[in-house]
């Protein structure tokens, strides 16, 4: 089946840096989502389909080319704090989903 | 905004006792999904519908069933639960166009503890 794998596990940076998390697939698509999610929170989407407004923080962006994909966290704030999860989702006909294991980001003050 | 409510938030079972877990979107989408997330780990797909009166396995559907009596709910029902099914669960909703799915829209989460 699909498998989602995401890079690095865990991230420590210092408030003001810029983070940036890989994710890459055993398949080649643009189906893929980004979300955020506080210790024992809502998940809550960062962005979507190539084009669509993130409906996240503003101050990411995603580049999602072949089986990669980079989410990039500009001017990290501690409240940026959290795990990050990158999702690969089917093509119309093919509903399946998989998550990778998520990146625990740490900002520090 | 959209809104996906979840209840109970969480909760304590007994070893093979029956547990219904609900969920609820008031966002009009078709599909819906239940997710599980353990501990240190990403969202495992159990059940997902899109459609009223019809349920479709996840990945990992064995011990759940999946009921979605409208389009606004959708529950998922643990007929015998077992230590292994302690985790967090999540619900979700969403759009499908053209390009596929939109953007999921999740629920809190709900605990459930089986001791």
């Known amino acids: 089946g699909q498998q989602v794998q995401q890079s690095p596990a865990s991230l420590v940076l210092q408030e003001g840096e810029n983070a940036e998390l890989q994710c890459s697939f055993s398949?080649?698509?643009?189906?893929v989502q980004w979300f955020y999610q506080r210790p024992g929170g809502r998940l809550i989407g960062l962005s979507y389909?190539?084009g669509m407004k993130p409906t996240g923080k503003q101050t990411s962006s995603t580049v999602t080319k072949g089986r990669h994909s980079s989410l990039t966290i500009s001017s990290s704030q501690t409240t940026d704090s959290g795990t990050y999860f990158c999702?690969?989702?089917?093509?119309?006909?093919?509903?399946?989903?998989?998550f990778g294991a998520g990146t625990k980001l740490t900002i520090k003050p | 905004e959209a809104a996906v409510t979840q209840s109970p938030r969480s909760k304590v079972a007994v070893t093979g006792g029956k547990v219904t877990l609900s969920c609820h979107q008031t966002?009009?989408?078709?599909?819906m999904y239940w997710y599980r997330q353990d501990t240190g780990h990403g969202l495992r797909l159990i059940h997902y519908?899109?459609?009223?009166?019809s349920t479709e396995k996840g990945d990992i559907p064995d011990g759940y069933k999946a009921s979605r009596p409208s389009q606004e709910n959708f529950s998922l029902i643990l007929e015998l639960a077992s230590l292994s099914q302690t985790a967090v669960y999540f619900c979700?909703?969403?759009?499908w166009g053209q390009g596929g799915p939109y953007e999921q829209y999740f629920g809190p989460g709900t605990r459930l503890t089986v001791l």
């Open positions: 979700a909703s969403s759009e």
């Open positions: 398949i080649s698509t643009n189906q």
């Open positions: 389909i190539p």
């Open positions: 999702v690969l989702r089917g093509n119309y006909g093919n509903e399946k989903i998989t």
């Open positions: 966002n009009n989408h078709d599909y």
């Open positions: 519908s899109y459609v009223a009166d």
